[in-house]
């Protein structure tokens, strides 16, 4: 278990950086389908700023503020999001995943971003989720 | 016991080796992979799926399936961590 330090060049850094690097994440997410990125890379980011947060002010501020069931819950939204956009072009007479019959402009960038954003959250979570159980397995 | 772990690694690695040596060359124009679905990609890419980024089309629409194992993997991942790492204290709230 880390010992919770308090240095003040540390938790002024890590507030000012924190929400520049989710902006990023989120950024790299909706993004993935027409520059570089996507859901894993962007997942990857997210979860490193909750990460970085924890080293900054412990464990226990971050659990205050993203509850670790919460967290758990979100990873199975992930993949329930990617199979939800599966299954929605299935029930509208498409193949499975197949996003071009979905009632939106650019069906199949829309269904890309659908199943990016499902993605992005599961691995934010199990970023997050791994980093929590080493940290506090004693 | 432990020889025959030992002499055991050692031949499955030759294997691997063995079978690696019969796969094209890194980078090589003339195999299969290069002459038959990459010129499809490239060329027919941006028309059948309407996004910029070849990559992404790849990854999430052509190989969606792949990827909803890859992300099915992930949260494989995340769950054993959870189940063999976690321990339920009474005074935690997880």
């Known amino acids: 278990?880390?010992?919770?330090?308090?240095?003040?060049?540390?938790q002024t850094l890590a507030r000012l950086l924190i929400p520049f690097i989710q902006l990023?994440?989120?950024?790299?997410?909706m993004h993935g389908h027409?520059?570089?990125?996507?859901?894993?890379?962007?997942?990857?980011?997210?979860?490193?700023?909750?990460?970085?947060?924890?080293?900054?002010?412990?464990i226990d501020e971050v659990k205050k503020r993203f509850p670790i069931k919460v967290l758990t819950v979100m990873m199975c939204l992930g993949v329930f999001i990617y199979a939800a956009v599966g299954v929605v072009c299935l029930l509208l007479g498409a193949n499975f995943l197949d996003y071009g019959i979905?009632?939106?402009?650019e069906p199949r960038g829309m269904g890309m971003?659908?199943?990016?954003?499902?993605?992005?959250?599961?691995?934010?979570?199990?970023?997050?989720?791994?980093?929590?159980?080493?940290?506090?397995?004693? | 016991m432990k020889p025959?772990?030992?002499?055991?690694?050692v031949l499955v690695g030759l294997?691997?080796?063995?079978?690696?040596?019969?796969?094209?060359?890194?980078?090589?124009?003339?195999?299969?992979?290069?002459?038959?679905v990459s010129p499809r990609y490239i060329e027919k890419s941006f028309e059948e799926t309407e996004v910029p980024n070849m990559v992404t089309a790849v990854l999430a629409d052509y190989r969606g399936f792949d990827t909803f194992?890859?992300?099915?993997?992930?949260?494989?991942?995340?769950?054993?961590?959870?189940?063999i790492l976690r321990r339920a204290r009474e005074d935690d709230d997880s």
Do not use: K
Request: hydrophobic letters at 50%.
């Open chain 1, 113 to 138: 971003l659908g199943i990016e954003i499902g993605v992005g959250i599961t691995v934010m979570a199990v970023m997050v989720s791994i980093f929590y159980d080493l940290l506090t397995f004693e």
């Open chain 1, 1 to 10: 278990m880390i010992r919770r330090q308090q240095s003040i060049i540390i």
């Open chain 1, 24 to 29: 990023f994440g989120l950024y790299v997410i």
């Open chain 1, 102 to 105: 979905l009632p939106v402009v």
């Open chain 2, 15 to 36: 294997l691997l080796a063995y079978g690696v040596s019969d796969m094209p060359d890194w980078g090589d124009p003339a195999s299969p992979a290069n002459t038959h």
């Open chain 2, 69 to 83: 194992g890859e992300t099915t993997v992930v949260f494989a991942a995340g769950i054993c961590c959870l189940l």
């Open chain 1, 34 to 58: 027409s520059s570089p990125g996507g859901g894993f890379q962007g997942g990857v980011i997210l979860g490193a700023s909750f990460i970085l947060m924890s080293l900054a002010y412990g």
């Open chain 2, 4 to 9: 025959l772990y030992l002499v055991l690694t």
